[in-house]
Nanobody
């Protein structure tokens, strides 16, 4: 079993920044596919950004969000800049213990964190 724990959510004004962190357990973290998704009530979970040997971003978020990882700390980060009220959602970290080609589909991940709330006020 892989434990996935997010942190770093909160309330921020529009135009501000937040950095989310996600720690995952396991000895082979460097080979994990790690991604961020977000969800608002009544809508499907939406891909935000993902990382294997390459990074991938939702088209609408390119340039504002940056995913990175520190394999020594078993941690992946999501830096969110120029936040907008429409970025308000619960953000989830997802892990898969091998390298995915189709990283945008939430059904391809077998480990999830509990989610962290991000609220952007106007």
């Amino acid at each position: 079993q892989v434990q996935v724990v997010e942190s770093g959510g909160g309330l921020v004004q529009a135009g501000g920044s937040l950095r989310l962190s996600c720690a995952a357990s396991g000895r082979t973290f460097s080979s994990y596919t790690m991604s961020w998704f977000r969800q608002v009530p009544g809508k499907e979970r939406e891909f935000v950004a993902g990382m294997t040997w390459r990074t991938d971003y939702a088209d609408s978020l390119k340039g504002r969000f940056t995913i990175s990882r520190d394999n020594a700390k078993n941690t992946v980060y999501l830096q969110m800049n120029s936040l907008k009220p429409e970025d308000t959602a619960v953000y989830y970290c997802a892990a898969r213990t091998d390298l995915l080609l189709l990283i945008r589909s939430p059904s391809n991940y077998n480990y999830w964190g509990q989610g962290t709330q991000v609220t952007v006020s106007s």
